[in-house]
Each structure stands twice: as C-alpha cells, then as structure tokens.
C-alpha cells in the first residue's frame, strides 16, 4: 500500500467537521482512505449512489473528485488518509 501524503486529524462523533457530514468530493488525483478505529460511519456516495457502513474491519476508499458525505452512526472514532494514487490498488 502507498503512504499517505496526508492525514486528518482524528474525529469523533461530536467532532466530525460539518463539511465531512455534507457533500464534498477530493480534487483530481487524490484519493481518500477513509479508517474508522472505533464504532461505525456511513458513507454515502453520490456518483454512483450507494452507501458503505466503514468498521475498523472494513475501510472505505474515496476516489478522485467522487462527491460523498459521511454521518456518524453513535460513538465512533474515525481518520481520513489521502494519497496520490489508488491506496486499494
């Protein structure tokens, strides 16, 4: 797997900014590794529309420019990684 060339600090439940629980999508050529430690996060993707439950077990990949939100489900503990290519591939 790559490195990550950068990292989020890590979010809560309570602390998940309101720009990850809206739309938002990566820029061109930067991929998202979405890692929960603790508890549960849905993903929703928006293009194509399909929606992931992420687990400590069970990352989640975003890929360039894919336009998503995020919501919380209960306590959870969660950190986004970005790369500059496919971190799954």
Do not use: C, N
Request: hydrophobic letters at 35%; charged letters at 20%.
């Amino acid at each position: 797997m790559p490195t990550p060339y950068r990292s989020t600090p890590m979010f809560d439940e309570t602390t998940l900014p309101a720009a990850f629980r809206a739309e938002h999508r990566t820029k061109a050529g930067v991929w998202g590794l979405v890692r929960v430690l603790e508890g549960q996060l849905k993903l929703t993707y928006l293009e194509p529309r399909s929606e992931k439950i992420v687990t400590a077990t069970t990352p989640a990949i975003i890929y360039p420019e894919q336009p998503h939100f995020a919501e919380p489900l209960g306590p959870m503990r969660m950190q986004v990684d970005f790369y500059h290519e496919d971190p799954g591939g």
